[in-house]
């Protein structure tokens, strides 16, 4: 797992108590670029790869932050508070809003891994998440 720019590693809970069950393998993070934006004072860009090994699953977070997500490799389901969950596969996109908070996000399959892109427009130095209820 890496720690990426001032992110820690998500942990990946199991519903259920921990002792019950074992714990999903976390996503793994990393950082290909990050961009101050001139033309809007205060912001930047923070590109991120995210690989879901098989049956990853995120906590419920947000990133206040406009994030746009475009799957590479696999399949994923994805989903915010008050909207449909999807699945996404190779070349789809997903869009989360700075209020959106992600109730949803995890590996399709239990057997390939995930892969795709993130795109956050957030403030400069914010983290790029945080945890949720």
């Given at each position: 797992?890496?720690?990426?720019?001032?992110?820690?590693?998500?942990?990946?809970?199991?519903?259920?108590?921990?002792?019950?069950q074992?714990?999903?393998?976390?996503?793994?993070?990393?950082?290909l670029?990050?961009?101050?934006?001139?033309?809007?004072?205060?912001?930047?860009?923070?590109?991120?790869?995210?690989?879901?090994?098989?049956?990853?699953?995120?906590?419920?977070?947000?990133?206040?932050?406009?994030?746009?997500?475009?799957?590479?490799?696999?399949?994923?389901?994805?989903?915010?508070?008050?909207?449909?969950?999807?699945?996404?596969?190779?070349?789809?996109t997903?869009?989360?809003?700075?209020?959106?908070?992600?109730?949803?996000?995890?590996?399709?399959?239990?057997?390939?891994?995930?892969?795709?892109?993130?795109v956050?427009?957030?403030?400069?130095?914010?983290?790029?998440?945080?945890?949720?209820?």
């Amino acid at each position: 797992m890496h720690i990426v720019h001032g992110l820690s590693p998500i942990l990946l809970l199991a519903a259920g108590t921990a002792a019950a069950q074992e714990v999903p393998p976390a996503a793994i993070v990393g950082e290909l670029m990050t961009k101050p934006l001139a033309d809007y004072p205060g912001k930047e860009a923070l590109m991120l790869t995210v690989v879901y090994p098989p049956g990853a699953v995120d906590p419920v977070h947000r990133h206040d932050a406009h994030a746009f997500v475009y799957v590479v490799e696999g399949s994923i389901i994805m989903g915010v508070r008050g909207g449909k969950s999807v699945t996404l596969t190779q070349g789809q996109t997903f869009y989360e809003g700075p209020d959106d908070v992600h109730t949803i996000g995890r590996n399709a399959s239990t057997t390939r891994p995930a892969k795709f892109v993130v795109v956050l427009l957030k403030n400069r130095g914010e983290p790029a998440v945080t945890l949720a209820k």
